[in-house]
């Protein structure tokens, strides 16, 4: 199966743009008739028969609808600090992608030892990790953010941290943890840990 990203899709009609379209027509050498799979970066996956077999912007006519397509049945956000090896950070974003992560936050901590993220390459890695998937949805890749700044969005659900285990405080199990719940945010650190600053902070907002 081969889904292809549409920038203007609604109930009758996907859009793909010049790079969608090149690929579709030139590289996979579809005609118009042939039936295609598009999706729109929401989360609805459109079955189309293709109209205008142009390269340069291709249109498909809508067959069938299918929202929420391979959607997880809850909402979840991982906020990350970026690895100093900028490409293990790009793996992460592949595989968060691939697991059906909603959204997606650099975080720049105390002790991170990347201090500037660009967000342009990562959208790439997403969009094309979710068509490889046969997901439906591209995550949103916020800008980075501080530790600070993020603890202090109004968030719902369960919030929860991932650090290093300190003797007293018990753990959780995560299965039982997330038994029910809609909306989940999850906060990793960089490779030393977050600062004890920032985790006092977090537990002071809840994770």
Same mark, same amino acid.
């Given at each position: 199966?081969?889904?292809?990203?549409?920038? !203007?899709? !609604? %109930?009758?009609?996907?859009?793909?743009?010049?790079?969608?379209?090149?690929?579709?027509v030139r590289v996979l050498r579809h005609r118009e008739g042939d039936e295609i799979d598009v999706i729109d970066g929401f989360g609805t996956l459109y079955h189309c028969r293709?109209?205008?077999? !142009?390269?340069?912007?291709?249109?498909?006519?809508?067959?069938e609808t299918h929202p929420g397509w391979h959607a997880l049945p809850y909402s979840l956000t991982i906020a990350c600090c970026p690895t100093k090896n900028?490409?293990?950070?790009?793996?992460?974003?592949?595989?968060?992608?691939?697991?059906?992560? !909603?959204?997606?936050?650099?975080l720049i901590g105390e002790r991170s030892e990347r201090k500037v993220y660009k967000t342009e390459r990562a959208q790439r890695i997403a969009l094309s990790a979710t068509k490889q998937s046969l997901k439906a949805r591209i995550p949103e890749i916020r800008e980075p953010i501080s530790v600070k700044d993020f603890l202090e969005e109004d968030r719902d659900g369960v919030k929860m941290i991932a650090c290093c285990f300190e003797p007293g405080q018990p753990r959780? %199990?995560?299965?039982?943890?997330?038994s029910g719940e809609k909306t989940i945010t999850v906060l990793i650190g960089p490779e030393g840990d977050f600062s004890t600053a920032d985790l006092d902070l977090a537990r002071s907002n809840g994770y």
């Open positions: 199966m081969e889904v292809f990203y549409g920038f !203007d899709c !609604d %109930s009758s009609l996907c859009r793909l743009d010049a790079q969608e379209s090149t690929h579709c293709l109209t205008l077999a !142009d390269a340069r912007g291709a249109e498909a006519t809508v067959l900028n490409e293990r950070f790009e793996w992460f974003v592949e595989k968060a992608t691939e697991m059906g992560v !909603d959204c997606i936050v650099p959780k %199990s995560i299965r039982a943890t997330l």
